[in-house]
T-cell receptor, first 114, second 113 residues
Framework: GAGVSQSPSNKVTEKGKDVELRCDPISGHTALYWYRQSLGQGLEFLIYFQGNSAPDKSGLPSDRFSAERTGGSVSTLTIQRTQQEDSAVYLC????????????FGPGTRLLVL | AQSVTQLGSHVSVSEGALVLLRCNYS??????LFWYVQYPNQGLQLLLKYTSAATLVKGINGFEAEFKKSETSFHLTKPSAHMSDAAEYFC???????????FGAGTRLFVKA
């Protein structure tokens, strides 16, 4: 069975442009998470989905960040009007959906905003 | 509120030496505790987790961790380091009934030949 996949693996963009990051979770996993990992930092929680709904959006750093999940599967994280401080690795994880379940991580998308 | 503190952003050991990576947590309710490992240019993978069963938890690759409620600690150990253990290690906490997992800042382990 395939693991969590993310695309693109690397993205270079210019300041002010919009970017979309995609996450394909493991089939059957109802919970999906987005994290941001900046250089030298730990993982910063961004948002979590249970099915298609997002009960917890508390980690989104600004209104330039949004995420959606369709069909209980693929999720897209969109960053509008990118800033240089958005440069980071964006990690996606999925789990079976119960609270103590292991999260399975994708390889991440490395975003560089010039 | 929950939080995780990993003591030491970098730890260096010699091959064959004991590995000890420290993690302290705070949680107002009984926690679930995790250790994840991240190899270069890869995502995180689970090493082990504590879910209120045995306080000594054994994980993959010879790692283990002990939950000590009195010390609010969940330190990760391995008796003998291998070169392949060089990676970044993250301690994490979540709470019963919750889905939000809080990660520590990570500890990078270096293994010297």
């Amino acid at each position: 069975g395939a693991g969590v996949s993310q695309s693109p693996s690397n993205k270079v963009t210019e300041k002010g442009k919009d970017v979309e990051l995609r996450c394909d979770p493991i089939s059957g996993h109802t919970a999906l998470y987005w994290y941001r990992q900046s250089l030298g930092q730990g993982l910063e929680f961004l948002i979590y989905f249970q099915g298609n709904s997002a009960p917890d959006k508390s980690g989104l750093p600004s209104d330039r960040f949004s995420a959606e999940r369709t069909g209980g599967s693929v999720s897209t994280l969109t960053i509008q009007r990118t800033q240089q401080e958005d440069s980071a690795v964006y990690l996606c994880a999925s789990s079976l959906g119960r609270d103590q379940e292991t999260q399975y991580f994708g390889p991440g998308t490395r975003l560089l905003v010039l | 509120a929950q939080s995780v503190t990993q003591l030491g952003s970098h730890v260096s050991v010699s091959e064959g030496a004991l590995v000890l990576l420290r993690c302290n947590y705070s949680s107002s309710v009984p926690p679930y505790l995790f250790w994840y490992v991240q190899y270069p240019n890869q995502g995180l993978q689970l090493l082990l987790k504590y879910t209120s069963a045995a306080t000594l938890v054994k994980g993959i690759n010879g790692f283990e961790a002990e939950f000590k409620k009195s010390e609010t600690s969940f330190h990760l150990t391995k008796p003998s380091a291998h070169m392949s253990d060089a990676a970044e290690y993250f301690c994490a906490v979540s709470k019963t009934g919750g889905f939000k997992t809080i990660f520590g800042a990570g500890t990078r382990l270096f293994v010297k030949a």
